[in-house]
């Protein structure tokens, strides 16, 4: 599985983004799809995950309420959708699969199989 990130950039506080994640190669496998943020000199965190099985999402307490994870049109595409955003909200942000991910590992790096990129998210105060 190859995945593709995007939408990234500069935006000021308060602004908005959407970020894209599409899914190519042997996708027929899915589960999950997370997002996971590392900002300068911190470690990877979750942000959010998309369930193709049912389409529940999760959030980290972070992203409730300001960021929203949903299928696109495209096939095997999840946005990322990001409003309100704060200068503490810039990090690359990068988008995993995970075909055997379980409910109560989503939020785990390690239960991810593939990674895109990452795409940069600036937010200036």
């Known amino acids: 599985v190859q995945l593709q990130a995007s939408g990234g950039g500069l935006v000021q506080a308060g602004g908005y983004l959407r970020l894209s994640c599409a899914a190519s190669g042997d996708t027929f496998r899915k589960r999950y799809t997370g997002w996971f943020r590392q900002a300068p000199g911190k470690e990877r965190e979750f942000v959010a995950a998309f369930n193709w099985m049912g389409g529940y999402t999760y959030y980290a307490d972070s992203a409730k309420g300001r960021f929203t994870i949903s299928r696109a049109s495209s096939a095997n595409t999840v946005n990322l959708q990001m409003n309100s955003l704060r200068p503490e909200d810039t990090a690359v942000y990068y988008c995993?699969?995970?075909?055997?991910?379980?409910?109560?590992?989503?939020?785990?790096?390690?239960?991810?199989?593939?990674w895109g990129q990452g795409t940069l998210v600036t937010v200036s105060s």
């Open positions: 995993a699969w995970g075909p055997s991910v379980i409910q109560s590992s989503l939020a785990s790096q390690t239960a991810y199989s593939y």
